[in-house]
């Protein structure tokens, strides 16, 4: 699985200058999915690397409903979104001698009732601080049921609440808990009925939306302060749920959206500066980036292969290899069948790792030329959703049933030690100070060292 590459001497320097950066980066707060930079790279002094259901563990929050979002945390609080159902109708069975019933003309879900709620759990001592409902009813979209109603991760700046409900709406609150403004996106079919899973980003006062879905799909630049449409672009794809990354390269500052068609936008604007076509399926794990380079891909499903690309910072138009290539003016190289699925890349001094959503098979890449340098399997692991972390040369990474396989970072593959506890795990960590937060189905964990 070695893709045609080019060696880039401008690629492998700008890794070490940015390997080297990373030493100097901060997780006072972790403001938003994947962290401060986007990146899952833990710099704290204190963070705990060994856990259990006796061990370390300073104090568990019970979740109340059910939800996929990751928690965020500003200053003392963490806040986690979730949606709670109070009256859930069961779908029509099959009567024998009779067709089987249309799961698309089923229209039970309409007489349920959720509520939306949005927490606020102290740090230190994870008690409740505050619990606001952002919207009761029924809902507006039918789910499949193995999925719920809250998928997207909140965002804050420090000033502001911003929580995402899907096809429910957008909610801002102040950090007290007091709603400052709300907006309705509207509400579409999504493929499967697997629901939506894009969070939205804030970045200069703007929050950014993608919204994607079978009927119609968008992207929406808000004013943070009051909700008002700043700017909006029809986008030609379907259903997908990677979210949209900042990327401030060398040369100027992007938001990048995945799909069946990468892109990125100016961000002030929403004028389209490139594209490439990654085929794939849908699009799950967003990418993640240096000042030089974009790394990013498409999950691919049974007979659909997914790919890996590595895009060049300043790049204009189309930037899609023609047939039967695998780099570009703006490709630097791409990797054909590449083991991406629903986690998101991470790029670590110099090296990058892919983690596979199933089976427990992790891959390191060269991310100077895409070469894989190892991809190996490791053993007893199941479905893997959540995106890896790296701390102190250690990387991370936990399967739903809440295993946690430590793996020691470089071109050699060691398989440390695992952590375990009992719990569902589809979210992605939150880091503040000493602080891991892991956030299961049933509870949310406190994970520090013992004093």
């Known amino acids: 699985m070695q893709p045609i590459h080019r060696i880039n001497q401008t690629l492998a320097i700008s890794l070490l200058i940015f390997a080297a950066a990373l030493t100097s980066c901060s997780t006072e707060n972790w403001p938003r999915f994947r962290g401060p930079q986007s990146n899952m790279v833990l710099t704290g002094e204190n963070l705990p690397t060994e856990w259990g259901e006796d061990q370390n563990v300073a104090w568990t929050f019970e979740v109340d409903g059910d939800s996929w979002s990751s928690p965020v945390i500003w200053g003392n609080k963490v806040f986690v979104a979730s949606s709670v159902a109070e009256k859930v109708v069961t779908p029509p069975e099959r009567v024998e001698g009779q067709p089987r019933p249309d799961p698309e003309e089923d229209q039970s879900y ?27 009813g029924a809902p507006r979209i039918k789910k499949h049921r193995a999925h719920n109603y809250a998928g997207e991760t909140p965002v804050t700046d420090g000033k502001r609440l911003y929580v995402y409900f899907g096809m429910t709406g957008l909610y801002c ?19 499967r009925g697997w629901g939506t899973g894009s969070s939205p980003v804030v970045y200069n006062n703007t929050v950014y939306v993608q919204v994607d879905s079978e009927e119609q799909s968008f992207l929406v630049a808000l004013d943070a302060r009051n909700g008002d449409e700043l700017w909006r672009v029809n986008r030609d794809e379907a259903t997908n749920y990677s979210t949209p990354t900042i990327w401030k390269n060398r040369i100027r500052t992007e938001l990048v959206v995945g799909g069946k068609r990468a892109r990125g936008y100016d961000p002030d604007t929403g004028d389209l500066l490139w594209e490439l076509h990654m085929a794939g399926h849908y699009n799950i794990p967003s990418g993640v980036a240096n000042e030089d380079h974009l790394f990013i891909g498409n999950s691919g499903y049974r007979d659909v292969s997914s790919t890996l690309f590595c ?44 983690l596979s959503s199933r089976g427990g098979e992790f891959t390191c890449i060269d991310p100077v030329t895409g070469s894989i340098i190892y991809q190996e399997k490791v053993e007893k ?25 430590v793996l020691k970072a470089g071109k050699e593959f060691e398989l440390l030690y695992q952590n375990k506890l009992e719990d569902k795990f589809w979210a992605s960590i939150a880091v503040k100070d000493d602080a891991l937060l892991i956030k299961g189905v049933e509870k949310l964990y406190c994970i520090k060292n013992a004093e």
């Open 110 to 136: 309409l007489s349920e009732v959720y509520r939306w709620e949005v927490t606020c759990v102290d740090l230190e001592t994870g008690e409740e601080v505050w619990r606001k409902v952002a919207h009761k």
């Open 311 to 354: 895009v060049q910072a300043g790049v204009d138009g189309d930037i899609t290899p023609d047939e039967g290539d695998t780099i570009s003016a703006g490709v630097v190289w791409s990797m054909p069948d590449a083991p991406v699925e629903s986690p998101s890349p991470l790029l670590y001094e110099g090296l990058l790792y892919v």
């Open 381 to 405: 692991v199941g479905a893997c959703w959540a995106t890896p972390w790296v701390y102190k040369d250690k990387i991370f990474f936990y399967d739903e049933k809440g295993v946690t396989s």
């Open 173 to 191: 609150y102040d950090l007290e808990g007091e709603l400052l403004w709300e907006k309705d996106l509207g509400a579409f079919k999504t493929l």
